[in-house]
C-alpha cells in the first residue's frame, strides 16, 4: 500500500519545499474559488457561454507577455523575491474582485480588467515558484514532488469549485471572493520564509535578448517542446470548462451547483490520480506516458459531451431539479481530471530534468504560457463552439480533435514516445 500511494519523501526531506507546499494547498482552494465565480458572475450578467469564454481571450494577451518576460526575470533575479512581489499582485486582485461584488457594481468590464492584470501577475508568480522546486529535492525525487503539487492543485480543484457553486447560490459573490484573499495570505508566506535562491550559472539580464535565448533552445530541444505542444493539443481542443455554466443551467438542470459539481469532477479525478501516483516513480518512458494521457483526457471529453447530447436540454431543468444524466457526467469529467494530472507530472518532470537551472526560469515561464494560456484559449474555442454546435457536440468535437492531434504530434516526433528518465534528453 505505501508504493501505492503518494511518496511523501519530498516533504519529509525538505522544510522548505514542506513550507511551501502546505502554503500553496491552501491558498489553491481560495483560487479556484475565484475563478469558478468569476465564470458565474459573467454568465449571470450576460447569460452568454461565449462571453464566459472571453474571460480566456481577455487573460491570454497579458498571460503570454509576462509569461515570456517574466521568465527572463525569474532567470535574473532572486526566484524568491520575483514570487513574493508577483504573489501580492495576486492577493491584490483578490481583494479587488472582493470589492467589485461588495460594492455591486455588476460591470463585466471591470472583471475582464482584473482577469488581465490577474493573468499578468500569475505569468511572472508561476515560473518563479516553478524554478524554485528543483532547487529543494533532490532529481531523483522530482516526479514525487511534482506530483505532491498536482495534488495540491487537484484538492484545491475539487473543493473550489464545488464551494463556489454552494458559496454563490447561498452567500453570494462577495462572500466567495473573500474566503480567497484570505487563504492566498498563507502561499504569501509560504514565500517569504524562503531562503534566497539567485540563479545559478551565467546570469543574463532580463529582456528581449534573453527571451530569444530561451526560445531558440527550445527549439533545438524537440522532447521539451513536445510537452508543450501535446498539453495546447488537449487543453485548446478539448477545455470544456466554459461550457459547464450553460450545462449546469440548460441540460442537467441545478444552475450554479451543478457547473460547481461538474468543475470539481474534473479535480476530484486529478486528486485521486495523485494521491495514488506511487507507482509513477516506476515509469521511465515518460514521454510515452504524456501522450497516452492526452490521447485518455480527449477521449473522455468526448464521452462526456455524448452524455450531455445524450441528457439533451431536460425538462427538469426548467425547475431547477437535477437530470440523472450528472452521475455519468462526472464520471467522464473524473477519468479526464485522472489522465491529466498522470500527464502533468510527467511533463513538468520532463522540463525540469532536461534543462540547466540557468535557462529553467525562462523554459517555465513558456511553461506556464502553454499551461495557463492553453486553457484559456480552450475557454474561447469552447465557448464558441458552445454558442455553434450547441455544449454537448461542442465538447465530442473537442476530445475527437484532440486524440487526432496528437496522433499526428506522435507521428511527427517519434522520438518523444522513447524519451527515458534514466538519461534525460532535451
Known amino acids: 500500500m505505501p508504493k501505492l ?42 447569460q452568454s457561454t461565449l462571453a464566459v469564454g472571453a474571460i480566456g481571450i481577455v487573460g491570454l494577451v497579458p498571460l503570454v507577455l ?9 532567470d535574473a533575479h532572486d526566484r524568491r523575491k520575483v514570487a513574493l512581489y508577483s504573489g501580492l499582485v495576486l492577493w491584490a486582485c483578490a481583494g479587488l474582485f472582493a470589492l467589485h461584488a461588495w460594492s455591486g457594481l455588476g460591470q463585466v468590464w471591470l472583471l475582464y480588467v482584473l482577469i488581465a492584470i490577474h493573468s499578468a501577475a500569475a505569468g511572472l508568480n508561476q515560473p518563479a515558484r516553478s524554478a524554485i522546486v528543483p532547487r529543494l529535492v533532490r532529481r531523483e525525487i522530482l516526479p514525487a514532488a511534482n506530483a505532491l503539487t498536482m495534488m495540491t492543485f487537484g484538492l484545491g480543484m475539487t473543493i473550489g469549485p464545488l464551494l463556489a457553486g454552494v458559496l454563490v447560490a447561498n452567500v453570494g459573490f462577495g462572500w466567495t471572493y473573500t474566503i480567497d484573499v484570505v487563504t492566498f ?8 520564509r524562503l531562503p534566497p535562491i539567485p540563479p545559478e550559472g551565467e546570469v543574463r539580464k532580463a529582456g528581449l535578448r534573453s527571451v530569444l535565448e530561451g526560445l531558440q533552445f527550445l527549439r533545438t530541444r524537440p522532447n521539451i ?65 504524456v501522450l497516452w494521457c492526452v490521447a485518455v483526457w480527449g477521449a473522455a471529453v468526448s464521452a462526456f459531451g455524448i452524455v450531455v447530447v445524450l441528457a439533451g436540454r431536460a425538462e427538469a431543468a426548467a425547475d431547477g431539479s437535477i ?18 494530472t498522470v500527464s502533468g507530472v510527467f511533463r ?27 486553457p484559456r484559449l480552450g475557454d474561447a474555442v469552447a ?26 504530434l506522435h507521428k511527427w516526433q517519434p522520438r518523444f514516445a522513447r524519451y527515458d528518465d534514466r538519461n534525460p534528453e532535451p
Open 5 to 46: 500511494f503518494a511518496d511523501t519523501t519530498p516533504l519529509k526531506e525538505s522544510l522548505d519545499f514542506r513550507r511551501m507546499w502546505i502554503g500553496t494547498s491552501l491558498s489553491s482552494i481560495g483560487a479556484q474559488l475565484t475563478l469558478v465565480a468569476v465564470s458565474l458572475e459573467v454568465y449571470q450578467l450576460t
Open 66 to 74: 509576462a509569461g515570456l518576460y517574466g521568465g527572463s526575470v525569474v
Open 185 to 192: 495570505t498563507a502561499a504569501i508566506w509560504a514565500v517569504f
Open 225 to 289: 517542446r513536445m510537452t508543450f505542444l501535446v498539453d495546447m493539443a488537449a487543453m485548446v481542443l478539448a477545455q470544456p470548462r466554459a461550457l459547464m455554466p450553460a450545462i449546469g443551467a440548460l441540460v442537467i438542470g441545478g444552475g450554479e451547483a451543478t457547473a460547481g459539481i461538474l468543475l470539481a469532477a474534473v479535480a476530484a479525478g486529478a486528486f485521486l490520480a495523485a494521491l495514488f501516483s506511487g507507482p509513477l516513480g516506476q515509469i521511465r518512458r515518460q514521454g510515452l506516458a
Open 323 to 340: 437530470s440523472t444524466w450528472l452521475v455519468p457526467a462526472v464520471a467522464c469529467l473524473m477519468v479526464a481530471g485522472a489522465a491529466d
Open 348 to 374: 513538468n518532470t520532463i522540463l525540469q530534468s532536461a534543462t540547466p537551472d540557468a535557462m529553467r526560469g525562462r523554459l517555465q515561464g513558456i511553461f506556464i504560457v502553454v499551461v495557463a494560456g492553453g
Open 383 to 408: 465557448g464558441g463552439n458552445g454558442e455553434w454546435l450547441g455544449e454537448g457536440f461542442a465538447a465530442v468535437a473537442g476530445g475527437a480533435g484532440c486524440i487526432v492531434a496528437v496522433w499526428l
